[in-house]
């Protein structure tokens, strides 16, 4: 079965650009979530989606939005960007994101260079 | 709110030697805890999970990790390191959502290994 995927694999975008990030879940899994990892640091949660609606939000501003369709893949938006947001964005996915049992499996992840 | 602190930025350690990773976490109720490994340019994998029952829990490569709730601790063990091993090591705990019942990680900022040969 395959993983999850990402696209794009890199993304070199100008300050106050929008970008769309990318993620196809694991088959039959119902959850993701996005995090941001800034080099040298761990990751950070930005948003999870379970079942289509937003479930979880973390400490980021307004302009990053997320969604999730039909078919469990989901989009992650970032408007006006600034260069703080250079980072690589993982997506995780589990079969449901209301039990910590349900393990998360990542992505390889999206880098984004912001110049 | 929960946090984890890997206090060790970068540890070298020589081919067949052991490896101990620190890893201590603050959270107010019982903590759910996990070991991930990022190799360059890839996502992050999974090495082991504590979520109850025996403090002792035995992962994939070999690796081990102890809980220990009196010191916030879940230090991560290999008894003999391997050049493959070499790669970027994250502690997480698992906590719900504030005002939700779906889970995130918070992970802590990473510990880089080198294996010298």
């Known amino acids: 079965d395959a993983g999850v995927t990402q696209s794009p694999t890199h993304l070199i975008k100008t300050r106050g650009q929008h970008v769309t990030l990318r993620c196809s879940p694991i088959s039959g899994h119902k959850s993701v979530s996005w995090y941001q990892q800034v080099l040298g640091q761990g990751p950070q949660f930005i948003f999870q989606y379970y079942e289509k609606e937003e479930r979880g939000r973390g400490n980021f501003p307004d302009r990053f939005s997320a969604r999730q369709f039909p078919n469990y893949s989901s989009e992650l938006n970032v408007n006006a960007l600034l260069l703080g947001d250079s980072a690589l964005y993982l997506c995780?996915?589990?079969?449901?994101?209301?039990?910590?049992?349900?393990?998360?499996?990542f992505g390889p992840g999206t880098r984004l260079t912001v110049t | 709110a929960q946090s984890v602190t890997q206090p060790d930025i970068h540890i070298t350690v020589s081919e067949g030697a052991s490896l101990e990773l620190r890893c201590n976490y603050s959270y107010g109720a019982t903590p759910y805890l996990f070991w991930y490994v990022q190799s360059p340019g890839q996502g992050l994998q999974l090495l082991l999970k504590y979520f109850s029952g025996d403090t002792l829990v035995q992962g994939i490569k070999g690796f081990e990790a102890e809980f220990k709730r009196s010191q916030s601790s879940f230090n991560l063990r290999k008894p003999s390191v391997h050049w493959s091993d070499a790669a970027e090591y994250f502690c997480a705990v698992g906590a719900k959502n504030s005002g939700g019942s779906n889970y995130k990680l918070t992970f802590g900022k990473g510990t880089l290994l080198t294996v010298n040969p």
């Open positions: 995780a996915s589990s079969l449901a994101g209301t039990a910590i049992s349900y393990e998360q499996y």
